[in-house]
Structure formats: C-alpha cells, structure tokens
Antibody
Framework: EVQLVESGGGLVQPGGSLRLSCAAS????????MHWVRQAPGKGLVWVSR????????SYADSVKGRFTISRDNAKNTLYLQMNSLRAEDTAVYYC??????????????WGQGTLVTVSS | SYVLTQPPSVSVAPGQTARITCGGN??????VHWYQQKPGQAPVLVVY???DRPSGIPERFSGSNSGNTATLTISRVEAGDEADYYC????????????FGGGTKLTVL
C-alpha cells in the first residue's frame, strides 16, 4: 500500500523558514517523480514544485521560485521542501504527491494527508 | 501560462447525471486528469488521461476531451459524490508545468 506521510508544518513568522518532509513507502520511491501541491484555506489546489526521480531536475511555480527548494533522499525514501522567506500568502496545507504518467503527461495518483503551514506574526 | 477554467458550482438531483466542464485553449490536444476532494480530505484521482479510471473508481465516473473543453461526467449521482472536483493538465512546454483548474463544487440536491 502506498503511503505518503508529511511532517514539519506549523506556525512561523513572516520571513521565517520551515522544512517539510514526506516519508514514502509502498512503492519504489527512487523510480518516480514527486511533487508538492498546496491548498490555501478555502481555496483550490495549486501545484508548487516537482523533482525528478534522481533529484537532478526540479521546477517551481513562479510564486515560490527562489524561495522554496525541493529535494529528495532516495536512500531514506524521503521528499523535502525547504521554504525560506515565508509570506502570509504561503499559508496552506501542503500535500506530498506521487507522480504518474509520462514525462510530458503527468498526473498525481497518490496524495499524502497534508501538513498545515501557517505564516503569521 | 496555461489556464484552466471551471464553473464554481454544479447542482444535480440524486440519480441524475452531473457534467463538470474544464475549459482551456485547445485543451483537446492535452491529457486531462480529474480529482475529487471531500471536506477535510486529500484529493483522490478519479479520471486520468481524459477518460481512464483508476482501479476502485466506479464506472459512473467518465471523462471526455475535445476542442476547448474537457468534461467529467458522473452518472447516477449519489449523495456521496458531493465534493469539489478539479481538472489538471501538465504543460510540459512551461517552466511551471503543473496546472489545476479553480475547482467545481458539486452539490447533490
């Protein structure tokens, strides 16, 4: 059974930093792209970032580029999101998501339960 | 960047058919995927590659895609289908390729 368990969320002041982790199990983690998707309270889903299977390639939404860094440790089956210079508008539930499909056709077949990040003074 | 447009809400009586649209420029040339999200829960994939269903998703859920509109169709709607539905594409030509529609709230009357 595929499991994705996020951790690391919490309350942080504007300008602060936080690192999210996602422990993956039930599949060959090192073979799949992984993503972070977020959802602000009462709002829709927003794709944040993706990383390829060996960690050599990443991409980001414009809203987080230069502030967030996605990474992975395939030996530990863990995905990370380092979030710096946090803003109030980064307040959201952050989902760790497993990728499916092909390089040019990507969708999300398994989602974690999410971890809430609140940016407030 | 690529934009997907969904109606904010759709209402349907139990047993009827619900159709949720997702508009985008020449979306028929892309593969569209659909997610269901119930309150307090993570999204669940219900249709991928326009019209395929993951295992465990009822046949009542189907999809189509042509021209500038993709459609998620839910037949014989049940109370348990009440949820938010999101369409999604992957715009591989973009630096930020992940794109979701704004979501549609399905209300079962």
């Amino acid at each position: 059974e595929v499991q994705l368990v996020e951790s690391g969320g919490g309350l942080v002041q504007p300008g602060g930093s936080l690192r999210l982790s996602c422990a993956a199990s039930g599949f060959t983690f090192s073979s799949y792209w992984m993503h972070w998707v977020r959802q602000a309270p009462g709002k829709g889903l927003v794709w944040v970032s993706r990383i390829n299977s060996d960690g050599s390639s990443t991409s980001y939404a414009d809203s987080v580029k230069g502030r967030f860094t996605i990474s992975r440790d395939n030996a530990k089956n863990t995905l990370y999101l380092q979030m710096n210079s946090l803003r109030a508008e980064d307040t959201a539930v952050y989902y760790c998501v497993k990728s499916a499909g092909r390089t040019t056709v990507v969708y999300f077949d398994y989602w974690g339960q999410g971890t809430l990040v609140t940016v407030s003074s | 960047s690529y934009v997907l447009t969904q109606p904010p809400s759709v209402s349907v009586a139990p047993g009827q058919t619900a159709r949720i649209t997702c508009g985008g420029n020449n979306i028929g040339s892309k593969s569209v995927h659909w997610y269901q999200q119930k309150p307090g829960q993570a999204p669940v994939l219900v249709v991928y590659d326009d019209s395929d269903r993951p295992s465990g998703i009822p046949e009542r859920f189907s999809g189509s895609n042509s021209g500038n509109t993709a459609t998620l169709t839910i037949s014989r709607v049940e109370a348990g289908d009440e949820a938010d539905y999101y369409c999604q594409v992957w715009d591989s030509s973009s630096d930020h390729p992940g794109v979701f529609g704004g979501g549609t709230k399905l209300t079962v009357l």
